[in-house]
């Protein structure tokens, strides 16, 4: 199961599970986002189904719903732009709280939700963190905070949830061709920026990120466990 699964990062990690033979569950916000996937050519063999991971009571529905479950990547999230030094964006308290409850407590909703049966299969969970888990934001600290929480909360189910044979990683992606980041695509200035500290020279793929979960969830990766493995091309270490 790939929570946020209908597009961007979600939905690459999404088909490149599908595409070493899983059968994938995705789920995205809102019967809109299910529906456009579901008619997507690229989503084809890919399960569909809307959850909002901050619901208590649909994460239960849906994980009571499956008979067995070997993977999750929590890849659901949100960001909020706008504001500064303080004032408004994810500068207002409510905001903050919003971001936190889905990226850092969606994650853990699920994760926690999805143990016993992740326990029966010895199965993984990878996570999705951010460079921002290492860096702060002057924009986005809420976001910033969620995706620190992240990296930290993988260490710990690592640790806990290994007697369950359970592995817990995180992956930290860097600036990815998304409809997120597209404002900074089109930014020649910023564009430039990146692509100029970035060692490997290039802004990064969805598929890259898809190709590291796979490593993660596979049986290649057996002994990998509490690891926040950047996927950035680089840029961390410029």
């Known amino acids: 199961m790939v929570t946020g699964g ?12 599908r595409d070493a033979g899983a059968e994938v569950l995705a789920t995205g916000l809102g ?10 050519p690229a989503f084809a063999g890919i399960a569909a189904r809307p959850l909002d991971v901050a619901d208590p009571a649909a994460v239960r529905d849906l994980v009571d719903s499956l008979d067995r479950l070997d993977i999750l990547v929590n890849a659901a999230g949100m960001i909020v732009r706008g504001g500064a030094g303080g004032q408004g964006g994810e500068f207002e308290v409510e905001t903050f709280q919003r971001v936190v409850e889905v990226n850092l407590t969606g994650s853990m909703r699920l994760a926690t939700a999805c143990r016993p049966l992740l326990a029966e299969r010895g199965g993984a969970v990878v996570n ?27 260490k710990s189910l690592a640790i806990a949830w290994a007697p369950d044979r359970i592995r817990v990683n995180a992956i930290a ?32 793929r969805p598929e890259d990120i898809g190709g590291a979960a ?14 926040v493995l950047p996927v950035d091309g680089g840029y961390a270490i410029a």
């Open 6 to 17: 209908t597009g961007g990062i979600g939905g690459a990690i999404a088909q490149a599970l």
């Open 31 to 40: 019967a809109g986002e299910v529906a456009a996937a579901e008619t997507a």
């Open 128 to 154: 999705i963190a951010s460079m921002l888990s290492f860096f702060g934001s002057g924009a986005s600290p809420a976001y910033s905070a969620s995706k620190g929480g992240v990296a930290q909360l993988t």
């Open 173 to 204: 992606p860097g600036w990815i061709e998304t409809t997120l980041t597209k404002p900074l695509q089109q930014d020649a200035a910023r564009s430039a920026a990146i692509i100029a500290r970035t060692p490997l020279g290039r802004w990064g």
């Open 214 to 227: 796979v490593f993660l969830c596979s049986p290649a990766a057996a002994f990998v466990t509490g690891v």
